[in-house]
């Protein structure tokens, strides 16, 4: 089987890895393969750099035919018993309530002044994989510090922080309009 693999992640591909597939064919079964080989030669089409990748198939029951359009998933990182969470949680900000500052007349209003210290914390840059996670507790957002591990895209591991599984943590918030 001949995939194609976004540039993006071709670097987390190695011979030996193993990797099921699917066809329309039959859309119930999934396929078992290993890849055997990651090309170097490139392809783009319609912008998007892929590069070959080929995978050692058994076909003994023939039910593969050539030209049939496959999709692949490789696994490139197996994680066990791990705490997961919404990957939209570490994008959460909860809304800032605006303060009323007292007035201080026609001049303040028209003449520069400092800007206000904002109450927003600066993300920490040094380690990116520490984060924060909203959950509820007693109708108050209350913030949990975590560090996080290994994403699939739509959901994230957490490798510690007080997150226990089960646990429900803030992806959005609503406003009711009154």
Known sequence: ??????????????????????????????????????????????????????LKVDNSHLLLRPGMTATAD?????????????????????????????????????????PRSGSQQREDTANKKQHRV???????LSAISVTIGSANGGMTEVVAGDIQPGMAVVVDTVSSVK
């Open 74 to 114: 490789i696994i490139v990182k197996k994680v066990e018993n791990a705490v997961l969470i919404p990957s939209a949680a570490l994008r959460f900000t909860p809304p800032i309530q605006e303060e009323k500052e007292p007035s201080t007349g026609l001049i303040s209003a028209i003449l520069p002044h400092p």
């Open 134 to 140: 909203w959950t509820l507790k007693d109708g108050q």
């Open 1 to 54: 089987l001949h995939v194609d693999v976004d540039e993006a992640d071709v670097g987390h591909i190695q011979e030996g890895q193993k990797a099921t597939f699917s066809v329309a064919a039959y859309p119930n079964r999934n396929f078992d393969a290993q890849i055997i080989q990651v090309r170097y030669g490139s392809s783009t089409t319609s912008g998007v750099v892929t590069y070959e990748t080929v």
